[in-house]
Nanobody, 125 residues
Framework: QVQLVESGGGSVQAGGSLRLSCATSGRTVSIYVMAWFRQAPGKEREFVAGIRRSGDNTAYADSVKGRFTISRDNDKNTVYLQMNSLKPEDTAVYFC??????????????????WGQGTQVTVSS
């Protein structure tokens, strides 16, 4: 079992940047596929980015491609989401997710067993 704790959220103006971190504890992060999801008020939780166990492959939602970068440091048991050129529509609670039962990049939220508590990102115009 693994525990996930997100940090790095906040309020920024459009065009700004934030870096989210997801620190893991309990088991080494290297055995987990990691992903970031987000949920805006009144909307479904949606896939943002994912990264395979060794970091050799990543995937992004079309809405964030070219602006967001997911990375992981398995030695530090941490996954990151660098968010650049932020837009008001990026405003949401961002969640870190993990699963060890596959090593694929899956966009469906129901595939992931472990979740963090979320961190709020607010982008103003």
């Amino acid at each position: 079992q693994v525990q996930l704790v997100e940090s790095g959220g906040g309020s920024v103006q459009a065009g700004g940047s934030l870096r989210l971190s997801c620190a893991t504890s309990g088991r080494t992060v290297s055995i987990y596929v990691m992903a970031w999801f987000r949920q805006a008020p009144g909307k479904e939780r949606e896939f943002v980015a994912g990264i395979r166990r060794s970091g050799d492959n990543t995937a992004y939602a079309d809405s964030v491609k070219g602006r967001f970068t997911i990375s992981r440091d398995n030695d530090k048991n941490t996954v990151y989401l660098q968010m650049n050129s932020l837009k008001p529509e990026d405003t949401a609670v961002y969640f870190c997710a993990a699963d060890s039962s596959f090593n694929l990049l899956i966009v469906h939220k129901y595939a992931y067993e472990y979740w963090g508590q979320g961190t709020q990102v607010t982008v103003s115009s």
